[in-house]
């Protein structure tokens, strides 16, 4: 699973149209962007660390990839933007 899909299937900000109603004014998903989101953060990606329902066993480790990739775009982002 990708970031964004997370974002799509998890976040109670995401909107079908790919907007964002955390911020206020609805704009574009920072996930689906490629940008850091607090609100991701805090309230999607922690469930990553949640056991599975019994009818989805391999959601937590979809969730888990999401989260890693997440992590890792943005370690890269910082790692250019240091150098």
């Known amino acids: 699973m990708t970031p964004a899909k997370l974002a799509k299937a998890e976040c109670s900000s995401y909107h079908g149209n ?5 911020y206020g004014n609805p ?7 490629g940008e850091k989101c607090a609100f991701f953060e805090d309230y999607v990606l922690p469930l990553a660390d949640k056991p599975s329902p019994t009818k989805e066993p391999w959601l ?3 969730r888990r990839e ?5 992590h890792n775009l943005h370690r890269q982002l910082e790692f250019n933007t240091d150098s």
């Open 18 to 22: 790919g907007n964002c109603s955390f």
């Open 27 to 33: 704009k574009r998903c920072r996930v689906l962007c």
């Open 60 to 62: 937590q480790k979809e």
């Open 66 to 70: 999401a989260r890693d990739s997440y």
